[in-house]
Each structure stands twice: as C-alpha cells, then as structure tokens.
T-cell receptor, first 114, second 109 residues
Framework: IAGITQAPTSQILAAGRRMTLRCTQD?????MYWYRQDLGLGLRLIHY???????GKGEVPDGYSVSRANTDDFPLTLASAVPSQTSVYFC?????????????FGPGTRLTVL | GQNIDQPTEMTATEGAIVQINCTYQ??????LFWYQQHAGEAPTFLSY??LDGLEEKGRFSSFLSRSKGYSYLLLKELQMKDSASYLC??????????WGAGTKLIIKP
C-alpha cells in the first residue's frame, strides 16, 4: 500500500513557466489538500477538495489552481511560476469522516523557482 | 486573526523527559493535533485531543486545556530518533487545520 505519492520529488523551474505537481492516493479518502511549507512558518493550506468534483480555496490560493476529476488524483498547477513560490509542497488526504479525521501526508515536492 | 505559538527550538538529553508547549487562538475549536516531522520528510500523526485532559500513547502523551487555549506534548525516555520537529495544529470552525511553525527538538547523548 503506497498511501500518498507525489511527483516530482524535486524540481527547478524558470520563472514564468507552467508546472503541475502530481498527487495520488490509494486509500479512497474523500478529502485531499495541498499545503506549502516555508522555513519559520507553519504549513499553509493552498487548496482543498472535500470530494471528487469539488474544490475550495485555502489560506494562500493565489497563483495556484487544482482539479479533482476522481477520488485518487489531486494535481496542483502553477500557471506562471514566480520565485516566491519556491517552497516544499505537501499533499495530504483524510477520510473526512469521524471526529478525528486525521490527515496523512505525501513525501513532498521541493520546488525552486529561479 | 488565528495564531498558534510554539517554541522554535528545544534541546534535551537522551533518556530524559521533555514538554513541548502550544498555545492557540483560533476561530472555533474542533480538535488539536500533534505531528512529528523528521528533516526532509513528511509530517506523521502523533496524537489528537478534543476534550480536556491527558491522552497517553506509549512514550508520548498530549494534554489539552480548552479554557486556556493550551496544549503540551510530553515525550518520555527520549531516544536519539526523537530528534525532529513537532507540529501543533488546531482544527477551526471551518474544519480547516491551522498549523504552528513547529518546534525543533534536538536530543543530545
């Protein structure tokens, strides 16, 4: 059981380029999330999806878009990358059921925008 | 605004006990989580508190006081592998997690 996979592991990108970060889960979780993690700051929610076909904006959505065509996949797209989007990006998923609703994280993508 | 405060860094000795504090001010409260994150890796779930009191799980315990907006994570019998960052997160009234910046725990022999 892989859990959550992310690709690529790391990427160096020129400013202005388009980039899609991939996230796939095999736990049949309803909800999926994209976070960015920057030094000295907590994880910040970019976008989320509570179920296939629906998405919502998090704390820092500008410059990012997502789609949720099916339960397993939740890609994050940077339409035109800027240096301030240099960060480590984590995808997470949860059942969205029960009181605990623990989020489980993928291994992350380290993105550098030059 | 919403705020989660944790110490930036703590140092402890192998075999000892350490307490990592977390204070929060959020719009609503629907549970508090502690995660462990080793350098270069993903956060992994440690504990969840939604009612006041202590939750014990092996060497790790987590305490919550909702009236004080306060939690702590207690790690006993510290091992070198416990060197990691510990993240506190609160689920707010919108059921979104608000994260602290994390506490880097350094364990010395």
């Amino acid at each position: 059981i892989a859990g959550i996979t992310q690709a690529p592991t790391s990427q160096i990108l020129a400013a202005g380029r388009r980039m899609t970060l991939r996230c796939t889960q095999d736990m049949r979780h309803n909800a999926m999330y994209w976070y960015r993690q920057d030094l000295g700051l907590g994880l910040r929610l970019i976008h989320y999806s509570n179920t296939a076909g629906t998405t919502g904006k998090g704390e820092v959505p500008d410059g990012y878009s997502v789609s949720r065509a099916n339960t397993d996949d939740f890609p994050l797209t940077l339409a035109s990358a800027v240096p301030s989007q240099t960060s480590v990006y984590f995808c997470a998923s949860s059942e969205l059921a029960g009181s605990t609703d623990t989020q489980y994280f993928g291994p992350g993508t380290r993105l550098t925008v030059l | 605004g919403q705020n989660i405060d944790q110490p930036t860094e703590m140092t402890a000795t192998e075999g000892a006990i350490v307490q990592i504090n977390c204070t929060y001010q959020t719009s609503g409260f629907n549970g508090l989580f502690w995660y462990q994150q080793h350098a270069g890796e993903a956060p992994t779930f440690l504990s969840y508190n939604v009612l006041d009191g202590l939750e014990e799980k092996g060497r790790f315990s987590s305490f919550l006081s909702r009236s004080k907006g306060y939690s702590y994570l207690l790690l006993k019998e510290l091992q070198m592998k416990d060197s990691a960052s510990y993240l506190c997160a609160v689920r707010d009234s919108n059921y979104q997690l608000i994260w602290g910046a994390g506490t880097k725990l350094i364990i010395k022999p």
